[in-house]
Each structure stands twice: as structure tokens, then as C-alpha cells.
């Protein structure tokens, strides 16, 4: 192998791709990013943890293809420490080693046997659909953070997708809480269901932030895939049934509040000091007499309650929660207001932003 390439490229490539390789005690060259030079002028860098894989695309002066399993962490600090006025990386590999150049810069970084790299699977006998790469990762961030951190029920440790009515409705669940978010579908494509796994969400949302046309997506029951002029990323799917989740979101409201996100922000931030292993927080909602408050209690620190101002209408009604969990949801919300809404003791909270729809979050009371 060797070739020429330009600085700023060759370091997008491999930032792209070096966080999916990852250290493997039986195979070791996963830790390794795979360099392949093709003679139509374009160096391919790969990446794979077996269940996700990326192949990114970048233009490139190919004097002799060929191929190169360079470690994932050595090639990225040293692309990283080459000064900006560099503008051209030469690579040619020689032996078990590959020689890098730059004008001020001649190194020998060690590789491993190419031939041991595995091959980045391709989707077959599936469908076909185009999706906005920004819609995409839009309703990933809004859910991904509620999927079980878990493998024993894999289809809760996921982000679950599917369409209806020209929307791709995105949902998680850890049992403890629920998120839902709706992206309206420029194109009417009908993909059914999709299961992906949580650990590969942070990965897929990375590589295709910045992407602002569409993908082509391949999918079966085992894979995934997204397809971009400059990448091919593919990601193990999970073959099984997501709980009917909507089941379990009340229909009927006896209390609501509206408060301000930030006035709600500001008083979990106080009460967490004073919360306890639990992260326990009671919320005390008296509509007659316009209270809403926040309590908190610690048997070691103190305890505090923390007044709201809020619109408040229906059933008194004390509750006790999770802090974090309700703290999660306010990064998948833009709207300045939002809609609280209890139907009674022991029965769930359900947070929407005020005047949008799209966004469905529900929390489970703590019995503690």
C-alpha cells in the first residue's frame, strides 16, 4: 500500500471509525482500524466490535493498493499531534510496519495481520428505504438515554422504532420510565419494526451527525445498515417483540401542572443535595391551594422543600420519584413549558412539552 493523502480527510476518517474498534481478548486485531487502498483513488477505513461495523470513504492518491490493520488508538493521537500546516500525510506500508510522512514527520507504527481482520457484513434479502440522517438521530436522542442498561431482556437494553401514519415513532423503556418521540417522515416509507441495541446507539448517532440529506437504510432481522456517499455503517439488530408500551400510559389526568422547564430544572437541582440513596424526591401538588412543592429528605445531610410557581389544576395529590429519572427527559425537550400530568396514587407521571405533541415521557413512582 501506498498513498497520499489530505490531512484534514484522513483525520475525519479515522475519528469516524476508532471508537468502534475496541479491545478483543481472542481477536485482537478489532482493536486495529483496517486501511484499504483502491485503485479508483479512495482509501477505505474500517472499524468493527462484531456488532457494529463502519467502512468510512475518503478520497486519496493511490500509487499501489493494498492493506494495512493499524491500532485504532496509536494512528488517532498521532494524526491528532501533526500541525495544521501540514496538508499532506503520506502511508506506505513495509512489512509487519507502515511508514507515515509528513514534512516535518517520518514514523513507523507497527500493524498486525490484515488477513485476520473480519469482513464488515453486508445486508442481504431485506428491504429497502431512504430516511433524513437528521430525523433519525432527532428521535435516537430523544429516547436512547431510557433503554435498559441490562442485557437480560435485550429488547428493553434498545431503542425501538417503527413506522405509522408517515411517522418513525422511536420508544425505550428500562421498566422505571418511558420515552417516546414521533419525527414526521419526508418520504412515506414503511419499514416496520426495528430493534437496535442500545450499546450501538451513541456509535450510530456519532457517524451520522452532520449528515444532513438522506441515507439509504438496508435492513433484515439480523442487521441494519446505513448507506452514505462518504460511509457504510451496519449494526446488529435484535429479533424480538418490545413490550406494548402504550398500554400502560394513562388515558385520563386528575392532576396537571404546567411549570416552566427551567424553574423545574433549578428545583431537582437543589433537591438532589438533599435526596438520598434513593435519589427519592416527593412532589406535593395542592391545586386549591396553589401549591407545588418539592421535598426532599436525608437522614446524613438535611432535608429541604423547594416552592414552584405552576398552573395547577385537578386532585391533590403527593407522590414520591426518582429525580434522575425525571431530570433525564429535559435534553429531549426544546418547548420553555411543561405539562405534568398524574392520574393518582401509584399510577405513573407523564412530562410533555407544552404546545408539541411529539414528545411522550412517563415516569414511575417510587414506593419507597
Not at 27 to 48: G, H, R
Not at 188 to 215: A, C, H, S, Y
Not at 308 to 316: F, H, I, K, Q, R
Request: include cysteine; charge should be neutral.
Amino acid at each position: 500500500m501506498k498513498i497520499e493523502c489530505i490531512q484534514e480527510k484522513l483525520i475525519d476518517g479515522i475519528h469516524r471509525a476508532e471508537k468502534i474498534a475496541g479491545k478483543h481478548i481472542t481477536l485482537p486485531v478489532l482493536s486495529c482500524l483496517l486501511f484499504e487502498a483502491k485503485k479508483n483513488n479512495t482509501l477505505v477505513i474500517k472499524a468493527t466490535n462484531l456488532n457494529l461495523g463502519v467502512e468510512v470513504i475518503i478520497p486519496a492518491k493511490v500509487e499501489e493498493e493494498g492493506f494495512a490493520a493499524i491500532p485504532a488508538g496509536i494512528i488517532s493521537s498521532f494524526v491528532s499531534g501533526i500541525k495544521s500546516n501540514d496538508k499532506n500525510i503520506a502511508i506506505v506500508s513495509q512489512d509487519q510496519n507502515v511508514v507515515i510522512k509528513t514534512t516535518a514527520i517520518s514514523s513507523v507504527i507497527k500493524t498486525m495481520p490484515h488477513e485476520e481482520f473480519p469482513n464488515i457484513p453486508r445486508v442481504q434479502d431485506g428491504q429497502s428505504f431512504t430516511i433524513n440522517a437528521a430525523d433519525f438521530i432527532k428521535g435516537l436522542k430523544a429516547v436512547w438515554y431510557s433503554s435498559s442498561i441490562s442485557d437480560v431482556k435485550p429488547e428493553l437494553s434498545s431503542v425501538y422504532i417503527y413506522y405509522s401514519d408517515n411517522f418513525a415513532t422511536f420508544a425505550a423503556t428500562d421498566s422505571f420510565r418511558l420515552a417516546e418521540k414521533k419525527v414526521k417522515l419526508q418520504k412515506d416509507n414503511d419499514f416496520g419494526q426495528i430493534l437496535i441495541p442500545f450499546k450501538n446507539v451513541p456509535e450510530i448517532m456519532r457517524i451520522l451527525e452532520g449528515v444532513t440529506e438522506d441515507v439509504t437504510v438496508e435492513l433484515n432481522k439480523n442487521q441494519i445498515a446505513f448507506i452514505h456517499k462518504n460511509f457504510y455503517l451496519v449494526s446488529r439488530v435484535i429479533d424480538g417483540t418490545f413490550p406494548d408500551y402504550r398500554q400502560i400510559i394513562p388515558k385520563e389526568t386528575k392532576t396537571e401542572a404546567i411549570i416552566l422547564k427551567q424553574d423545574l430544572m433549578n428545583a431537582l437541582k437543589i433537591s438532589h443535595i438533599f435526596s438520598d440513596k434513593f435519589n427519592q424526591v416527593n412532589i406535593k401538588i395542592n391545586p386549591k391551594d396553589n401549591i407545588f412543592e418539592i421535598k426532599t429528605k436525608n437522614k446524613d445531610v438535611g432535608e429541604t422543600v423547594y416552592k414552584v410557581d405552576a398552573a395547577l389544576t385537578g386532585e391533590d395529590v403527593e407522590i414520591n420519584f426518582n429525580y434522575r429519572y425525571i431530570s433525564d427527559c429535559f435534553q429531549s425537550i426544546d418547548a420553555d413549558s411543561l405539562s405534568l400530568s398524574l392520574a393518582g396514587l401509584n399510577r405513573p407521571m407523564v412530562i410533555r412539552p407544552v404546545g408539541d405533541t411529539s414528545f411522550t415521557y412517563l415516569v414511575m413512582p417510587m414506593n419507597r
